[in-house]
Nanobody, 126 residues
Framework: QVQLWESGGGLVQAGGSLRLSCAAS????????LGWFRQAPGKEREFVGT????????WYADSVKGRFSLSRDNAKNTVYLQMNSLKPEDTAVYYC???????????????????WGQGTQVTVSS
């Protein structure tokens, strides 16, 4: 079992920055990578990025590449999503999720993730 808690969401103007945190507890060893998804109103949940336990391999969606960056502090069991140059279309609920390594190559699929946080709202005003 893995428990995940997101924090750091809020309201920001276009062009601004936010940093989301995902704190993990439970089976937070090298069994799982941690990823982020987001869901805008009326849209399906979409992949944002995933980072492995060693942080050597990081995957990003094309829509956020160059603006968002993932990092992790294994001592704190926490993953961070730094979001820069935010756009109104980044407005969504952002979810943290745990990906078992046996599905590592399917990191972009929502169904590959076993555990999910409750989500944190990010709103970008124009």
């Amino acid at each position: 079992q893995v428990q995940l808690w997101e924090s750091g969401g809020g309201l920001v103007q276009a062009g601004g920055s936010l940093r989301l945190s995902c704190a993990a507890s439970g089976r937070t060893d090298s069994t799982y990578a941690l990823g982020w998804f987001r869901q805008a109103p009326g849209k399906e949940r979409e992949f944002v990025g995933t980072i492995g336990s060693s942080a050597i391999t990081v995957w990003y969606a094309d829509s956020v590449k160059g603006r968002f960056s993932l990092s992790r502090d294994n001592a704190k069991n926490t993953v961070y999503l730094q979001m820069n140059s935010l756009k109104p279309e980044d407005t969504a609920v952002y979810y943290c999720a745990a990906l078992p390594y046996r599905r590592w190559l399917e990191y972009y699929k929502e169904t590959s993730y076993d555990y999910w946080g409750q989500g944190t709202q990010v709103t970008v005003s124009s």
